[in-house]
């Protein structure tokens, strides 16, 4: 079983609207999460990093939410635009460079 | 671009070919890794390079053979690939391998073995 679920798996939202993807991971210890986000064809780019001392973090119209105690995490996107449809990835680093990847969230934005 | 570099970034190769993908990064990071991202799942970690010297080796087939030469250039080199070795092959560099900082992706070679 992998050690970072997302869900859901795809969504199909309208231009202007907001969105919320989860990730729920089991990785112990933890050192920091991250969302990326990567656009077809090409490689994931970071979008926010969080230690777990941090609740929330923002970037843009991205803000990313931590609770380390329920081993959540969420992505809100706001008013999304055309240009936000891609692949979101959570990605939890344990220690070093071994990262545990979730499958990704398949985000639409439709006009 | 990111700083990460891969070339080809399309590539369709039959099984018999022998192919190799270049990855290169100005970033000064002294660690690169590949990784293997199939449809609908995870990536997965299939080399390590600290140094150029290959810290880790996820059981991958021996049909893929990376090569590291110095800490800027990283190869992976195929040979008598399956089908199911269709996939995107992304490069990525960090700071050094104690840690993550600065992890970057490149923008991936999308292989397809016919």
């Known amino acids: 079983k992998n050690q970072v679920e997302q869900s859901p798996q795809s969504l199909i939202i309208l231009e202007g609207k907001n969105c919320t993807l989860q990730?729920?991971?089991?990785?112990?210890?933890?050192?920091?999460l991250r969302w990326y986000k990567q656009d077809t064809g090409r490689g994931p780019v970071s979008l926010t990093i969080?230690?777990?001392?941090?609740n929330t973090k923002s970037n843009g119209r991205y803000t990313a939410t931590l609770d380390a105690d329920t081993k959540q995490s969420s992505l809100h996107i706001t008013a999304s635009q055309l240009s936000d449809s891609a692949s979101y990835i959570c990605?939890?680093?344990?220690?070093?460079?071994?990262?545990?990847f979730g499958a990704g969230t398949t985000v639409t934005v439709r006009a | 671009e990111t700083g990460v570099t891969q070339t080809p970034r399309h590539l369709v190769m039959g099984m018999t070919n022998k192919k190799s993908l270049k990855c290169e990064q100005h970033?000064?990071?002294?660690?690169m890794y590949w990784y293997k991202q199939s449809a609908k799942k995870p990536l997965e970690l299939m080399f390590v390079?600290?140094?150029?010297?290959?810290?880790e080796n996820n059981s991958v087939p021996s049909r893929f053979s990376p090569e590291c030469p110095n800490s800027s250039h990283l190869f992976l080199h195929l040979h008598t690939l399956q089908p199911e070795d269709s996939a995107l092959y992304l490069c990525?560099?960090?700071?050094?391998?104690?840690?993550?900082?600065?992890?970057?992706f490149g923008s991936g070679t999308r292989l397809t073995v016919v």
């Open positions: 990605v939890v680093s344990k220690d070093g460079y071994k990262l545990s």
């Open positions: 969080m230690t777990f001392s941090e």
């Open positions: 390079y600290s140094l150029e010297e290959r810290v």
């Open positions: 990525a560099s960090s700071a050094e391998t104690g840690n993550d900082r600065g992890y970057t």
């Open positions: 990730c729920n991971y089991t990785v112990s210890p933890f050192s920091n």
């Open positions: 970033l000064g990071h002294n660690a």
